[in-house]
């Protein structure tokens, strides 16, 4: 199947700092890209769906002004946890659509953030 | 809230073939069932997914209701690497939505 990447695979910062979380899809170009966040022993739950050269559209309570997200080419879309706090820390995954099938979602192997 | 429902739990004995059920009751004519897998402490991975007709790929087998109101996925000589949480979601071209899944132990 498709392969996406996420860059870092974890990530340790102290509180007040900003992270970027990269997600790529390696051999297949993604119109739409999708941002989850998974707490501990919960399910995931969408943060933001990310297009290529528009906004994110964001989730019902989550703060676009908190979780900056950047899709500047079909293959690379950004999410930034900016002014992080303990309470952000998290497993983000991201996910992409195959645009040339459009029926599949991929997911990369996740970031794990811990805010100290 | 997810529009699927799936038991919490299943255990399977390694070898054997593992039968997950989900229920979507409420897909609608054009919505896919899909089904992923999640392994501690990674990113989901993609299994099947079929909109009527029984599908199979090397990983499994997804069978779907002729009404499509529930479907099963199955894992015909599960393994122990197979212990994993399954995802069983009915969507068109959209995002997941992530119910609890069934966490699947297979037993050496």
């Known amino acids: 199947g498709a392969v996406v990447s996420q860059h870092p695979s974890r990530v340790i910062c102290k509180s007040g700092t900003s992270v970027k979380i990269e997600c790529r899809s390696l051999?297949?170009?993604?119109?739409?890209m999708f941002w989850y966040r998974q707490f501990p022993k919960q399910s995931l739950m969408l943060m933001a769906t990310?297009?290529?050269?528009?906004?994110?559209?964001?989730e019902q309570g989550v703060e676009k002004d908190k979780f900056l997200i950047n899709h500047a080419s079909l293959t690379l879309s950004t999410l930034t946890v900016t002014s992080a706090h303990p309470e952000d820390s998290s497993f983000y995954i991201c996910s992409a659509f195959d645009r040339g099938t459009e029926e599949t979602q991929y997911f990369g192997p996740g970031t794990r953030l811990l805010v100290l | 809230d997810a529009k699927t429902t799936q038991p919490p739990s299943m255990d399977c004995a390694e070898g054997r073939a593992a039968n997950l059920p989900c229920n979507h009751s409420?897909?609608?004519?054009?919505?896919?069932v899909y089904w992923y897998r999640q392994i501690h402490s990674q990113g989901p991975q993609y299994i099947i997914h079929?909109?009527?007709n029984n599908e199979t790929n090397e990983m499994a087998s997804l069978i779907i209701t002729e009404d499509r109101k529930s479907s099963t996925l199955i894992l015909p000589h599960a393994t122990l690497r197979d212990t994993a949480v399954y995802y069983c979601?009915?969507?068109?071209?959209?995002?997941?939505?992530f119910g609890s899944g069934t966490r699947l132990q297979v037993q050496p």
């Open positions: 079929g909109l009527k």
């Open positions: 051999d297949f170009q993604a119109t739409t």
């Open positions: 979601m009915d969507t068109g071209r959209r995002a997941l939505t």
């Open positions: 990310s297009n290529e050269g528009s906004k994110a559209t964001y």
């Open positions: 409420t897909i609608s004519g054009n919505e896919y």
